[in-house]
Structures are given as C-alpha cells and as structure tokens.
C-alpha cells in the first residue's frame, strides 16, 4: 500500500505514524526507536527547565538521526493563584496521606516551578529542532514569528472545529486533532465549556474545514484504527496509550500492571491530579481529591500540589496515589519493545487496508 502522502513529505518520514509525546512517559529511546522505524517520535519537554531539555534532546540525537518533534506545552500560567484555594488542599492532602500512612512534603505556594515555553523555545531552536508540536494553546504572534523564522514545523493540538481553525489561520502546517477518547491532558485551549468531542466525529469535521494535513488522536490502539483515521480523511495518526507499557516506557512495573487490568470504563476526565483536565485511571487520590468537594487549583498549582506524593508513592508502588493517564482504549496497550509496537502497527494497517 502506498504510504506517502503531504503529511510524510512535509515531516520526512515513511509512515505518518506519530508516537505522541507523553510526558512522565517517553524517554529518548523511545522516541528514538519510532523515528528509527520511519514513524515520527515526540519528546515532551512541557514544563521542564532548558538545562534537562538540552539534555534530553542530545540523548535523542545519539540515537537517532531521523526526525523526531519536541512538544511543548503552550499556555499561559496565572502568576499568582488564590492561595486560600492552594492552602485548603493542601491541608486535605496532607491528612489525606496520614490517614493512608503516607508523606509527602508540602509545597511552598512561593516556588511552585514553572518553565515557560517563551522560555523553552530559544533552546529547542538552537538544539537544530525544526519540528515542534504543541499542546493546552498556541503561541503568540511573536512567538510564531520567531518559529516562522527558524523554518520550523508546526504540529499543534485541537479538540474542536474552532480551535483548528484558530491554529491553521495563526501559521500552524500540521493540525492534531485529539478525540475525547485520548488519554493525558486535553489540549483544549479556549473559555467556555471543555469539548468532549470524539474521534470518529471530529476527524472528519476538521478535515472539511482545514487546508492542512490533519492528524487523528485519541483511541488508535491497532492497524484499525489507522485505517479508520485514513478513511476520515486524517493524513495521520498520533498514538499514545499503545506505547504506555513499552519497554522503554517510564512506567514503573506496578503502573505497567495497572495498565494492564484496565477496560473500557475505567478511565475519566478529571482535573484532581493538575488543574487541568485530563484522562487517567481512576484511583484513590483521584477519587478522594474529587469527593472533597474543594476548589481544585488551575494547572500548574494544583499539578505542583500532588507532584510530591506521587513521587513517593511512585517509589513505594502505591499506584493509587500516582497518575495513570491512559485512553479510553489503553487496556489494548502492548508490552513489548517500541520497535516492536510500531512495525506491528505497520503491518496491521497494511493487512487492514488490503481487505
Ligand atoms: C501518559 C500520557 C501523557 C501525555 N502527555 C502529553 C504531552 O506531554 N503532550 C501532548 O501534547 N500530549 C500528551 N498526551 C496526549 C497525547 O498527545 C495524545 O493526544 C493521546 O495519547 C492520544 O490518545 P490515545 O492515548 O488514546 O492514543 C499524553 C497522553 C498520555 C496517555
């Protein structure tokens, strides 16, 4: 079956399979290994310090020289948060881990950290990184300029008809457009009601409206779901959830095995762990946290909140205290090697397509 189409051309790969950037998730060798294999691997770098993004791009580029994206989250934090909000779950939080037989430090509402991506961007630009995608907004008119300038791909996130259009009239060339279905953060970006649109209904309403190639997200987990992408009018798919359990996963094995009991009603939208909504297996600091019936902190203060819990219990094996995100489909995730993962998609679709 012929592969290559605007999408393959315009990001110089084979297959216009994009491994979609899951921060806490992908490491280099897994982006590494889906460029290897003609794919489109993505580093998330979202939120993360330039020195660690420096670094993880040279780990990148040691091990592959195909193209690869560095994703970026793109919004524009509040300075300052009402801090009753921030102190009031704090307090429950800290009870919440006695009454678990858990600790976790508090956090300073003064040196919540924060890395913008007007910071991030000089350092991706001048690591030669000329594929970038993005997600929770889009940047500004300067910040485009500056990215026009460098000649740099522009992939960004939408979940609605509107948000699309928002992106292609500002300059983006690639438009990701992720169903309700996908799991982590919904990049959704404008006021109002969160979209909760799915897949199989917004691939094609944006495909009538744009002009730019559009990637389908949310729910791919075989070489169905390519096909069905491609039959939407989608130029490509972006997969998450299928390399959740790869060998070159982050995951812990205990959040492995997690992934692995999960079924189709086990995953939610909530904004418990970072402010920001967001799907993930349903557990009991998502539960306890959403039961408390406290205000919930904008990302990233309420994110800053849980971060130190889960990072001990993510050492103590305690998944009900760390975020599982996952997609509605994640429980189909594969454990085997990304290489592994990828030409099986590969064949899958190919298979799919000859029917
Ligand atoms: C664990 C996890 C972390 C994610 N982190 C990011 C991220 O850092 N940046 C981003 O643009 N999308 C992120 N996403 C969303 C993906 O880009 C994509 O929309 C989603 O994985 C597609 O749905 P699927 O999980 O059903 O394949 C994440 C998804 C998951 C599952």
């Known amino acids: 079956m012929e592969w290559k189409n605007e999408l393959t051309r315009m990001l110089g790969i084979t297959y216009p399979i994009i491994q979609a950037p899951m921060l806490g998730i992908t490491t280099p060798a897994m982006v590494a290994a889906v460029s290897n294999s003609g794919g489109l691997g993505s580093l998330p770098v979202g939120g993360l310090p330039p020195e660690k993004i420096t670094a993880l791009i040279r780990e990148v580029k040691a091990l592959t020289q195909q193209p690869f994206a560095v994703n970026l989250f793109v919004y524009e934090p509040a300075a300052h948060y009402d801090r009753k909000t921030f102190d009031d779950m704090q307090e429950f939080l800290q009870f919440l881990y ?12 003064d040196e919540v950290p924060f890395y913008s991506w007007r910071v991030q961007l000089p350092v991706i630009l001048a690591a030669g990184i000329r594929h970038i995608s993005f997600t929770f907004g889009m ?22 008809i509107e948000e699309a259009s928002l992106l292609v009239a500002a300059g983006t060339d690639v438009v990701v457009v992720q169903g309700i279905e996908a799991g982590g953060h919904r990049g959704s970006f404008l006021p109002g009601e969160l979209p909760r649109i799915g897949t199989m209904a917004l691939v094609p309403q944006v495909v009538d409206r744009v002009r730019v190639p559009v990637i389908a997200a949310g729910g791919i987990m075989d070489g169905r779901g390519v096909a069905a992408a491609r039959m939407l009018g989608a130029s490509g798919v972006q997969v998450g959830s299928l390399f ?56 990233p203060y309420q994110d800053a909140l849980t971060q130190p819990i889960r990072k001990v219990a993510r050492e103590l094996d305690k998944t009900e205290f760390i975020n599982v995100w996952a997609g509605q489909a994640a429980g189909k995730a594969r454990a085997w090697s990304t290489g592994d993962i990828f030409a099986e998609l590969v064949r899958e679709t190919t298979l799919a397509l000859s029917k």
Not at 103 to 109: G, H, L, N, R
Request: with cysteine.
């Open 98 to 109: 006695g009454a678990h037989q858990l600790a976790a430090t508090p956090v300073s509402y």
């Open 139 to 160: 940047p500004d008119e300067e910040g485009f300029r500056l990215l026009k300038e460098h000649q740099a791909l522009l992939m960004g996130t939408a979940t609605c």
């Open 244 to 299: 959740l359990r790869a060998e070159e996963s982050l995951a812990t094995p205990a959040h492995k095995a997690v992934l692995a009991g999960i079924t189709d009603t086990d995953t939610l939208l909530t904004r418990a762990f970072s402010g920001r909504w967001a799907r993930g297996v349903r557990n009991t600091l998502l539960k306890e946290i959403e039961a408390s019936g406290l205000p919930i902190s904008d990302y």
